[in-house]
């Protein structure tokens, strides 16, 4: 299946496209590096904890139950999520970060964004819990923010 994405130039929201429709969305925390998102009828929080060690819960909308957890390699820019008794590995495909992916073999999906001066792109999903395709715009958002600060 292939979505598209477009964010606000800020960052703070992102909405996910089938074709014309929308099917999703993808809203950060202003001030803290939380968020909330839905798509395909899944709804998930993510918060953020830590500060030399970031860790990232994946929470039901609520924000009572656990279904997974981000572990951020700043170093390296990559990430690992372990949803569901699964590990995911998260990682730029290319050196000026317009190609991401996500995933575990068979399971992935992949993001391309179209323009170095645009906040838009293309989802290609394979397998992967809508979830989980929030968690791929949520960690990319998140290494974005850590290179504009930077």
Do not use: C
């Amino acid at each position: 299946m292939t979505l598209q994405w477009t964010s606000s130039m800020s960052g703070q929201e992102t909405r996910i496209f089938r074709g014309k429709l929308i099917a999703g969305i993808l809203k950060r925390s202003f001030w803290k590096d939380d968020a909330y998102g839905e798509l395909n009828g899944h709804m998930v929080r993510f918060k953020t904890n830590g500060f030399w060690k970031r860790t990232t819960q994946i929470l039901d909308i609520e924000g009572t139950k656990e279904l997974g957890l981000i572990t951020f390699n700043i170093w390296k820019s990559t990430a690992v999520i372990t949803y569901e008794n699964q590990t995911y590995g998260w990682k730029f495909d290319s050196w000026m970060r317009k190609k991401w992916q996500l995933g575990n073999g068979d399971d992935f999906v992949q993001y391309v964004k179209r323009s170095s001066w645009k906040n838009e792109g293309d989802i290609e999903i394979q397998n992967i819990s809508p979830a989980l395709v929030l968690a791929g715009l949520f960690i990319y958002g998140y290494f974005w923010k850590i290179a504009a600060a930077s």
